[in-house]
């Protein structure tokens, strides 16, 4: 019998996970870990999302099967949240459908829509799910650039050219993880023409709508006149409202697409849990200060971060939006890589980050921070890693406090 399955042998090993090995090791010996790697939320979500929850759940009838693709009151919440935001009109029947976080949604999409064989082009550097999720259903990545300038552009009608065959997917996520690179809307417009000329998918990550920086709200693709046509835009509860582990995202757009994934959902789950979905209801319907608050909170983190890091003497680019930084490792220490580099700060200043290169080889040379621990915690990295330079013998600015 073999154990030579098709695709486990196209998943490479998760370099991510070795760094989180040895997170794992290092609290089980008892030493204090800065956890900056992973994108885990530490905040509660709202009380009236809890209470929603805890209410429905004691409800004798609300513990059977529940709807694959939603109950219909969250897919209308989903609806009016683009109604308000975007100012985009969307049939909750046809064009909504709820996942379990944006994870599964863009895994069923891909098994809905993919076939051996055919290319997709995805960002690189990009989260993970972007490029496994297709190569999991058999497709061949042809990778972008994620900085969206005319060298984007550029790529793409390469990968039209020279591509066989043809490719008929695009994903997009902005703003973008790892990098936190965002768009405007002229260019969500150009890059609607362009699919809509080559007969072209878009699929669009948007996961970090509501984490926006400096006044400059991020926009969605189903802004564009006619994006509806090429496209299908995938958000989530998880960290506009503190919900990552209650698992609910929603995909929304095309209606062919939305029913292609429905149909597989069908097949592969019953839906999240019913006081689950109600509970989101309440997230989306209810008061909205939270996604305010969790903002400036996050903006905050941003800011103490880009201060404290370079008294220690490591410039970080402030982030335009998401919940995390791309930092160029310090120039004195880049020729270890970004894995040995995580590998080092965590054994050495007990502060994880998350490799590069883990997020595609154009993430080589750039480590992944996130803005999960409050600030007190902020200063304490980067107290650590101002003394794990120190002993190196690099100049981290002598006279400046790093806290």
């Known amino acids: ?42 905040l509660p979500p709202p009380r009236h999302v809890i209470d929603k ?16 693709r939603g ?31 944006s994870k599964e949604g863009l895994a069923s999409l891909a098994t809905a829509i993919t076939a051996p064989g055919d290319v997709v082009l995805a960002p690189n550097p990009s989260y993970p799910i972007h490029t496994f999720g297709f190569i999991i259903a058999g497709a061949t990545i042809r990778s ?23 490719p008929s997917i695009l994903v997009v996520n902005y703003p973008s993880n790892p990098t936190a690179e965002t768009v405007d809307l002229a260019f969500y417009e150009r890059l609607v023409g362009w699919a809509r000329e080559n007969q072209v998918w878009v699929i669009s990550d948007l996961a970090y709508s509501e984490l926006y920086y400096d006044g400059n709200p991020t926009v969605s693709i189903l802004q564009v006149e006619g994006a509806k046509d090429v496209a299908i835009e995938f958000t989530s509860l998880s960290k506009t409202f503190s919900m990552a ?20 959902k069908s097949y592969l789950d019953y839906g999240a849990f019913t006081p689950v979905q109600a509970a989101a209801c309440a997230a989306l319907n209810g008061p909205q200060d939270i996604v305010e608050k969790n903002r400036r909170l996050y903006h ?21 939006a998401s919940m995390f930084a791309w930092a160029p490792l310090p120039p004195a220490l880049a020729h270890m890589g970004s ?36 600030e007190q915690r902020l200063r304490q990295a980067a107290r650590n890693v101002r003394r794990w330079f120190q002993q190196m013998g690099l100049n981290t600015g002598a006279g400046r406090e790093a806290g």
């Open 300 to 320: 905050k983190r941003r800011d103490v971060l880009v201060e404290v890091f370079g008294r220690a003497g490591w410039d970080i680019p402030p982030p335009r």
């Open 1 to 42: 019998m073999s154990d030579d399955f098709y695709r486990i042998k196209r998943l490479p090993p998760y370099v991510i996970a070795e760094v989180n090995t040895l997170r794992h090791a290092a609290r089980q010996a008892g030493r204090d870990i800065v956890d900056l790697g992973m994108g885990n939320p530490d």
């Open 144 to 166: 972008v650039p994620t900085t969206p300038d005319e060298n984007y552009f550029r790529s793409l009608e390469r990968a039209m050219a020279f591509t066989v065959p043809r």
């Open 339 to 374: 894995l040995e580099f995580s590998k080092q700060m965590l054994e050495h200043a007990d502060v994880a980050v998350a490799p590069g290169v883990g997020y595609g080889e154009d993430g080589e040379g750039f480590v992944r921070i996130a803005l999960v621990e409050n």
């Open 53 to 68: 929850l805890c209410e429905v759940a004691a409800k004798p009838d609300a513990h059977g099967y529940s709807q694959s």
């Open 71 to 101: 109950i219909p009151g969250l897919r209308r919440a989903q609806a009016n949240y683009y109604a308000r935001r975007f100012g985009v009109a969307v049939d909750p029947e046809r064009e909504v459908v709820v996942t379990m976080g």
């Open 245 to 264: 582990g209650w698992r609910i995202g929603f995909a929304v757009g095309n209606p062919r697409l939305i029913a292609a994934m429905t149909r597989v």
